[in-house]
Nanobody, 120 residues
Framework: QVQLVESGGGSVQAGGSLRLSCAASDYVYRKYCIAWFRQAPGKEREGVARINADGTTTVADSVKGRLTISQDIPKRTLYLQMVTLKLEDTAMYYC??????????????WGQGTQVTVSS
């Protein structure tokens, strides 16, 4: 079964924090590397954080120092901890399967997304 389910989004004031979750089915978790992406209205989708096959993490320069990715292996869940949120962090956040060590989506496995809205 292929399943990725995001949760944890919401509305927050600038400077606030959120933690997003991405729960993966066993098949997806075992077979793929998974990354977090976001897409704001009128902007291109961008990869923000991923866990590589060796367990290391990669965070995009644009969010480094404010977004952190982690995982709970028994729960097959990835987390995206977001702190010091800015207005420009407003976007729909998705998790998706990617080629390991890259931002390239593979096999078109995406969650439904969770909306993050940052207000002043």
């Amino acid at each position: 079964q292929v399943q990725l389910v995001e949760s944890g989004g919401g509305s927050v004031q600038a400077g606030g924090s959120l933690r997003l979750s991405c729960a993966a089915s066993d098949y997806v978790y075992r077979k793929y590397c998974i990354a977090w992406f976001r897409q704001a209205p009128g902007k291109e989708r961008e990869g923000v954080a991923r866990i590589n096959a060796d367990g290391t993490t990669t965070v995009a320069d644009s969010v480094k120092g404010r977004l952190t990715i982690s995982q709970d292996i028994p729960k097959r869940t990835l987390y995206l901890q977001m702190v010091t949120l800015k207005l420009e962090d407003t976007a729909m956040y998705y998790c998706a399967t990617v080629l390991c060590a890259s931002w390239s989506p593979i096999d078109n496995h995406w969650g439904q997304g969770t909306q993050v809205t940052v207000s002043s």
